[in-house]
């Protein structure tokens, strides 16, 4: 038996190679290897920023002074 390691992060390839597979009559085993990249305070904020929650408007000038201060 042979192991081929495919890393599909897009949902619709995965879900074409798994009709493939099954159209070959290919045996497969599906395994969710996601690990966090960061921390979980870090990823937190990162779906916080997406997602839009507690944003503030401010002026370019006015992030430059936030950012070096």
Avoid: C, H, W
């Avoid at 870090?42 to 929650?53: F, L, P, V, Y």
């Amino acid at each position: 038996m042979s192991t081929l390691i495919i890393n599909a992060t897009n949902p619709k390839d995965l879900t074409l190679l798994i009709e493939l597979a099954k159209r070959l009559k290919i045996s497969f085993k599906l395994v969710n290897d996601e690990k966090n990249r960061y921390n979980d305070k870090t990823e937190k904020s990162i779906k916080e920023a997406r997602s839009g929650k507690e944003l503030t408007e401010v002026t370019l000038d006015e992030f430059r002074k936030q950012l070096y201060e």
